[in-house]
């Protein structure tokens, strides 16, 4: 049970893949930085990729809110930091993919 | 003579948005003939309702908002980057232009000088 942290766009597409390779069904993916930006293409993305495969996704408010991002996405959920620490803690262990 | 000046980064997770915007304004002020071209993931730079104080930095859309007063007339935006993202909100700019890859080859064979940032 792993939680994944992804800080960049849909644009990077190795690192993007890498996660889809590796990613399981009972581990979640929070968007952080410029990962956000990812939250208006969900719904596009073939059945391999890491979207679909995710027990959960998460998506930091903050960095959000900063780039524009509406917080209407129901794919969703939108955490705040403390929220962003409980989860790390709830997993056996965080991978950052950046 | 006459510089393209090409972005290509998101606005806020590295400086290299801030960046490229100096040299577009240094270059207008020193009354250069410069066009700034967003492309791929610069295209984020340009949307509304952006709210970065909420990660303490300052707002790169109302900056965009300012290059008509350095006489910077030419602000390009590539369509099929916007579309590929879902970008639908664009900040207000009275210069700001929707081009297709066609219009951009011909921009990039025209000019004197290309900056990619």
């Known amino acids: 049970m792993i939680l994944h942290t992804i800080n960049k766009t849909s644009a990077h597409e190795g690192l993007n893949q890498q996660l889809s390779d590796v990613i399981d069904t009972n581990d979640s993916v929070i968007l952080i930085e ?3 930006y990812q939250a208006q293409q969900l719904s596009q993305h073939s059945s391999k990729h890491w979207s679909n495969t995710a027990k959960h996704i998460y998506i930091l408010k903050e960095d959000a809110l900063a780039r524009g991002i509406a917080l209407d996405t129901s794919k969703l959920s939108y955490i705040n930091y403390a929220e962003f620490v409980e ?3 709830l997993h056996e262990k965080v991978t950052s993919w950046y | ?3 393209l000046l090409v972005q290509q980064s998101a606005p806020y997770g590295s400086s290299h ?3 490229a915007l100096d040299i577009a304004l240094t270059a207008a002020t020193f009354e250069q003939d410069i066009s700034i071209l967003f492309t791929g993931d610069a295209c984020y730079q340009l949307m509304s309702n952006q709210f970065p104080e909420h ?3 300052k707002n790169i859309s109302h900056m965009l908002k300012a290059l008509p007063i350095y006489g910077l007339e030419e602000v390009l935006v590539d369509e099929d980057s916007l579309n590929s993202r879902g970008i639908v909100n664009l900040t207000d700019s009275p210069v700001l232009k929707k081009i297709t ?3 951009i080859k ?3 064979q025209s000019a004197d000088t290309v900056i990619r940032l």
Request: proline content about 0%; aromatic content about 4%.
């Open chain 1, 34 to 36: 410029n990962g956000v």
């Open chain 1, 87 to 89: 989860l790390s803690l």
């Open chain 2, 1 to 3: 003579m006459h510089i």
């Open chain 2, 17 to 19: 948005a801030k960046e």
């Open chain 2, 55 to 57: 990660i303490d930095q």
């Open chain 2, 101 to 103: 890859k066609s219009d």
């Open chain 2, 106 to 108: 011909k921009i990039y």
